[in-house]
């Protein structure tokens, strides 16, 4: 790695450090919508427990998320999305014909 790459990366790390502190503002913000995943689950017409098997959660997990207790994040994010915009894709892909 080359003298300038490493100098960027240690003051993209330094940046990030004082972003996450509060110290600075960081210069971009995505936000996206929070999922309503009890509707996304009954749109496609799924138990809380059909629907957690599919996505690869505990049904807790699903329950605190669609009570609000708790958010998805990450990856699950993602997975719920790819369901709520193609239910019949996501499902055909995961199980094939078992779901």
């Known amino acids: 790695m080359k003298d300038e790459h490493f100098n960027e990366l240690i003051a993209s790390i330094k940046e990030a450090g004082k972003i996450k502190?509060?110290?600075?503002?960081a210069s971009?913000?995505?936000?996206f919508p929070e999922p309503?995943?009890?509707?996304?689950?009954e749109s496609i017409g799924f138990s809380q427990s059909k629907f957690a098997a599919l996505i690869g959660v505990n049904i807790r997990t699903l329950q605190n998320w669609e009570q609000g207790h708790r958010?998805?994040?990450g990856p699950a994010k993602v997975l719920l999305r790819l369901v709520q915009a193609d239910p019949?894709?996501?499902v055909k892909n995961l199980y094939g014909s078992h779901a």
């Open 88 to 90: 019949n894709s996501v």
């Open 36 to 41: 309503n995943i009890k509707a996304i689950r």
């Open 28 to 31: 971009r913000i995505h936000e």
């Open 71 to 73: 958010h998805p994040t």
């Open 21 to 25: 502190r509060g110290e600075i503002e």
